[in-house]
């Protein structure tokens, strides 16, 4: 299935996350996950679910097919940086960052599992920036150290001087510390199908 949206999703301008199959009583569902460079509303995310449901309705005669609820979603706020695109889009934000066994964390003191604002990325080092007792400082990072990377919800304003290091929010993203109304207003869209694939 993923092949059968990936031309069109990208074709939009977005890349393509994943896509999903799960049953419950009964229904199917098919869980479409995009995300792209800009902050994608709801009527965006609402144009390509009706495009990525012709797209699979226009499968009808080459699978099996069978009624299917189809959603399409970006993200959520809190998923995991496992591409570098990722991190690149998650400029500004805080993550709960761990380093894999063995590895060095940039400071000495620092623990393998460490909070950070998220950088600048530069071919394949992250700058993260530390906050605490010292005060904000920038560190650098190879993401092929990282082992898990997770943006945390923020509903507080962050720090300007962590903000400023960071090189402020990545162009087009929501501002960090303004989860509640991001959490409130994802951009989901959800439609009916009549027959579709389950491959």
């Not at 792209?36 to 080459?62: F, G, K, N, P």
């Not at 570098?84 to 761990?98: L, M, Q, Y």
């Not at 063995?102 to 394949?124: C, S, Y």
């Not at 700058?127 to 190879?142: E, I, M, S, W």
Request: net charge negative.
């Amino acid at each position: 299935m993923s092949r059968l949206v990936a031309g069109l999703v990208a074709g939009r301008g977005f890349d393509l996350e994943g896509v999903e199959v799960s049953t419950a009583a009964g229904q199917t569902r098919v869980r479409v996950v995009v995300d792209s460079d800009r902050s994608a509303d709801l009527d965006t995310i609402a144009e390509l679910s009706a495009q990525v449901s012709a797209c699979l309705d226009e499968a009808d005669d080459e699978f099996e097919t069978a009624r299917y609820l189809l959603e399409v979603t970006t993200p959520g706020i809190d998923r995991p940086l496992t591409a570098p695109r990722h991190w690149r889009r998650a400029r500004g934000r805080k993550a709960e960052i761990t380093v894999k066994p063995g590895v060095t964390p940039p400071e000495p003191a620092l623990p393998a599992h460490f909070t950070a604002r998220i950088g600048a990325l530069e071919d394949d080092r992250i700058a993260l920036v530390l906050g605490g007792k010292r005060g904000p400082r920038l560190v650098t990072v190879d993401l092929e150290d990282i082992d898990r990377a997770v943006v945390e919800v923020e509903f507080s304003p962050p720090n300007a001087r962590e903000l400023e290091l960071a090189g402020g929010v990545a162009a087009g993203r929501p501002p960090a510390g303004a989860d509640a109304a991001e959490l409130t207003e994802t951009a989901v869209a959800a439609s009916d199908s009549t027959e579709g694939t389950m491959e």
